[in-house]
């Protein structure tokens, strides 16, 4: 019973929609909350936010970024300062009217993202060149008064990010930090979630509000979906003029700065949870399994001790395990809740293990069962973890290249959308031709590759002239 | 002329209130924002804050706690459950009655702690025994929307903290976790910023809205006022009882469980300043110090190239060092600049002594210089931020101690905090006496040590009856 209470009781390809809320509550992810789409991560979570966060950390420090912390609310009147910008998130901020009995004179955003508030500053702290570049970071929540459907992890309407907010003299820097820091976004995702991206240039429609230019890695999931993993905007003087942010010259001449801002939110987490999860629960990547072995002893008859003893000590040696020696359960329901919570391996001892010296290791991702020798446990534990870690990365990869297809027409691209794909086109890329693709087909662009085929000669496949670019579309989150 | 602006122009002992104002500007430590009460946390204070995470993290780690996130919205209905724990807080909630356009059905307050939203999910997750202890924590901003004075660190409407929240079987298993808790704490404070800290239990009138007990960190500055440093707080079962929190026990009989929360914010960082500070500007502990020290070159003649050269071999050999190589500033200017930001150790290093084969190092507490050969600048350094960390201690240790006047009736403790003192009374602990002792002196209780001295026959200090602990009291912020 308890065993049926812990399962999944629905397929990833039957509802998947079901599947990934039934993951999520059952792995001990995530519970809803009082307030309708902010949701709780529960250590099982936010252990993998907490990864997330040292990797990519330790990357921007390297780079010279330095974090700090702005407050979070936000007057209005900063807030409208740049106009696009403004439009973008004006209706979904949530705002605070009144602290403690008072109404409050200006009323206060919840900050949606923090480019107003930190260019206030940067307009105060930047005078001279020699101020240039300045790279700040924040680790901090944001808020998005969503009135769409919201989903964990995908669409809260609170969540966690860093926003990284940067200036500099030129816009060949700031646009060589764009591509540098999305390389980094790459990096997060390719070798910590084991999730295949691509990256590119997002289009006129779909760029940052207040953006010159917007790149973001975009992944392709299951259910036919895609999804933006992470982005890294190029704000060119936007801001600067609004707020004023300039600097003198080695000339001595005033020149408004050029700006980034980039960002990757807890929506990464729930894109490495539909790419890898099956039927049987979540299935986590090794580099960011907080618990990456979990050591079942099999406790019956007369050498219960002796097992437990030898589980321990397997144990011991083994970095980021865990024994599960709780009575009271059995070895079977064990097994099944860490295939539930996703644990990449499993060893398991009991009495006839001990008398041939050896353990079984089972992996999570393939349920492949092995019986190795006391002696080679830590040095199979390790090449297991790695060749995961590999192998959900192929298998992904694999998925994702099958699902783009190429297309030159309207006609073609609608069928491959109802065939739950993508597609790869060339394309004029105008808002026009791109909302009307959209009401056709319900797909939306992507992004358009930095390193793209040639689109001489090629016509756009939405039958509006001219190709410009390759981009890819698809349905998205 | 950059010197005047840099430096710092009063003293700590003539202007505290400027001279704190001006060090946290000059240090680039803060920045006002144009929310009231929202400062902004530069880099410079930011990164001794990530120290006193990754410090307080491993401990509560080791020690079982796990991270997780809980949202920054806490429904009304939900923050007015506890009755006493509203009353405490309501006055400086901020509310968001606003999403996009839409007016909220019902408003959220911005989370001023977590107890509520938090023991709303234990209510839910804890059933049996085998589901404690239970101990989460988690790292985040909250919003005290306060009308008194707003004070940068100490006291200001959004800080940054973390907070525990625990649920045990047993009270006597909540009350070890309080005073656990505390001890870490307390090595916060004496380990990393070289603050001494008086540990003990809070008044009635003191302790935690919704608590049985609060126990605290103090610590006395050099203004003559104490601090509270970071509290610990055993809930009893008054959340339990409000939030419905039951969980069956080992005879299947349903019982209520036993909590604690806890707390430590930026405001540490504050005591910190103040404490160790001169009127030079910052003075930072090693140990909490992301740059310990700064190698100057200085670049005159011919030998420029060779001096350079050496500077750079020397700051590649140490730790945590910054060359400051920046052209168009004197080796004065980058002194003074240094001293300012608190940097612990600055090493320069200049023709003479190139051909000397030394360098000199300074001490930035003391102001100390020293000549040491090239070949043991990297024991030296070790040695000398060693020596800083606990002669930082020492000297607030001394301060602290020298603060502290026992007395026993009122008119003496009266004197005393006329002197910019504390005292150490015996007390009868009612809040009656606390309140007119407040009324009559300014000073109010900060807390009884854990292991007092005698009370037997001692009178109340205040005059009304038996004492039954000695306490410290003292002005307080």
Same mark, same amino acid.
């Given at each position: 019973?308890?065993?049926?209470?812990?399962?999944?009781?629905?397929?990833?390809?039957?509802?998947?929609?079901?599947?990934?809320?039934?993951?999520?509550?059952?792995?001990? !992810?995530?519970?809803?909350?009082?307030?309708?789409?902010?949701?709780?991560?529960?250590?099982?979570?936010?252990?993998?936010?907490?990864?997330?966060?040292?990797?990519?950390?330790?990357?921007?420090?390297?780079?010279?970024?330095?974090?700090?912390?702005?407050?979070?609310?936000?007057?209005?009147?900063?807030?409208?300062?740049?106009?696009?910008?403004?439009?973008?998130?004006?209706?979904?901020?949530?705002?605070?009217?009144? &602290?403690?009995?008072?109404?409050?004179?200006?009323?206060?955003?919840?900050?949606?993202?923090?480019?107003?508030?930190?260019?206030?500053?940067?307009?105060?702290?930047?005078?001279?060149?020699?101020?240039?570049?300045?790279?700040?970071?924040?680790?901090?929540?944001?808020?998005?008064?969503?009135?769409?459907?919201?989903?964990? #992890? !995908?669409?809260?309407?609170?969540?966690?990010?860093?926003?990284?907010?940067?200036? #500099?003299?030129?816009?060949?820097?700031?646009?060589?930090?764009?591509?540098?820091?999305?390389?980094?976004?790459?990096?997060?995702?390719?070798?910590?979630?084991?999730?295949?991206?691509?990256?590119? @240039?997002?289009?006129?429609?779909?760029?940052?509000?207040?953006?010159?230019?917007?790149?973001?890695?975009?992944?392709?999931?299951?259910?036919?979906?895609?999804?933006?993993?992470?982005?890294?905007?190029?704000? &060119?003087?936007?801001?600067?003029?609004?707020?004023?942010?300039?600097?003198?010259?080695?000339?001595?001449?005033?020149?408004?700065?050029?700006?980034?801002?980039?960002?990757?939110?807890?929506?990464?987490?729930?894109?490495?949870?539909?790419?890898?999860?099956?039927?049987?629960?979540?299935?986590?990547?090794?580099?960011?399994?907080?618990?990456?072995?979990?050591?079942?002893?099999?406790?019956?008859?007369?050498?219960?001790?002796?097992?437990?003893?030898?589980?321990?000590?397997?144990?011991?040696?083994?970095?980021?395990?865990?024994?599960?020696?709780?009575?009271?359960?059995?070895? &079977?329901?064990?097994?099944?809740?860490?295939?539930?919570?996703?644990?990449?391996?499993?060893?398991?001892?009991?009495?006839?293990?001990?008398?041939?010296?050896?353990?079984?290791?089972?992996? @999570?991702?393939?349920?492949?069962?092995?019986?190795?020798?006391?002696?080679?446990?830590?040095?199979?534990?390790?090449?297991?973890?790695?060749?995961?870690?590999?192998?959900?990365?192929?298998?992904?990869?694999?998925?994702?290249?099958?699902?783009?297809?190429?297309?030159?027409?309207?006609?073609?691209?609608?069928?491959?959308?109802?065939?739950?794909?993508?597609?790869?086109?060339?394309?004029?890329?105008?808002?026009?031709?791109?909302?009307?693709?959209?009401?056709?087909? %319900?797909?939306?662009?992507?992004?358009?590759?930095?390193?793209?085929?040639?689109?001489?000669?090629?016509?756009?496949?939405?039958?509006?002239?001219?190709?410009?670019?390759?981009?890819?579309? %698809?349905?998205?989150?």
């Amino acid at each position: 019973m308890a065993k049926d209470l812990k399962g999944i009781t629905v397929t990833k390809e039957g509802d998947f929609s079901d599947w990934f809320t039934q993951i999520i509550q059952k792995a001990e !992810l995530i519970d809803y909350s009082p307030v309708s789409g902010c949701y709780i991560l529960r250590p099982a979570a936010y252990s993998i936010w907490e990864k997330v966060q040292q990797f990519f950390d330790a990357l921007i420090k390297q780079d010279g970024v330095q974090n700090a912390y702005f407050p979070l609310f936000i007057p209005e009147s900063l807030l409208t300062k740049e106009k696009e910008h403004v439009e973008g998130f004006a209706p979904e901020v949530a705002w605070v009217e009144t &602290g403690g009995q008072s109404k409050l004179t200006e009323r206060l955003a919840v900050r949606p993202t923090s480019e107003t508030i930190i260019n206030d500053s940067y307009a105060k702290w930047i005078r001279s060149h020699r101020d240039l570049p300045l790279r700040l970071n924040q680790w901090c929540n944001v808020v998005r008064w969503e009135f769409k459907h919201c989903t964990p #992890f !995908l669409r809260s309407r609170e969540f966690l990010w860093q926003e990284g907010h940067t200036a #500099f003299a030129t816009q060949g820097e700031a646009m060589q930090e764009v591509h540098k820091i999305l390389d980094f976004y790459e990096k997060v995702f390719v070798e910590l979630y084991a999730v295949p991206v691509m990256k590119g @240039r997002k289009s006129e429609k779909e760029k940052f509000a207040g953006a010159d230019i917007t790149t973001s890695v975009e992944t392709f999931l299951p259910n036919g979906k895609a999804i933006q993993g992470a982005t890294s905007h190029q704000l &060119g003087q936007n801001f600067a003029k609004a707020f004023g942010i300039t600097f003198k010259d080695e000339n001595q001449e005033s020149q408004y700065v050029w700006q980034n801002s980039w960002g990757i939110s807890t929506r990464s987490i729930g894109v490495m949870i539909m790419m890898h999860s099956d039927d049987k629960g979540l299935v986590l990547p090794p580099r960011i399994a907080a618990t990456q072995v979990v050591v079942v002893p099999i406790l019956i008859g007369d050498k219960a001790e002796a097992v437990m003893k030898k589980a321990k000590e397997i144990q011991k040696s083994l970095p980021n395990s865990y024994l599960d020696d709780r009575e009271g359960y059995t070895p &079977g329901w064990k097994f099944n809740e860490w295939e539930v919570k996703g644990i990449p391996l499993r060893i398991e001892i009991g009495p006839k293990d001990l008398e041939k010296k050896q353990v079984m290791i089972v992996r @999570r991702d393939t349920g492949e069962k092995k019986a190795v020798p006391f002696a080679s446990v830590d040095s199979e534990v390790a090449s297991l973890l790695e060749t995961i870690q590999s192998d959900l990365y192929t298998k992904a990869e694999k998925f994702m290249k099958e699902s783009i297809i190429e297309v030159t027409n309207l006609e073609k691209a609608a069928a491959v959308i109802k065939e739950e794909k993508m597609f790869f086109a060339p394309w004029c890329g105008s808002p026009e031709s791109e909302e009307k693709l959209k009401e056709q087909t %319900g797909a939306k662009s992507l992004n358009a590759p930095f390193e793209q085929p040639s689109v001489s000669g090629k016509r756009c496949f939405m039958g509006c002239g001219e190709a410009k670019q390759w981009f890819y579309f %698809g349905k998205s989150y």
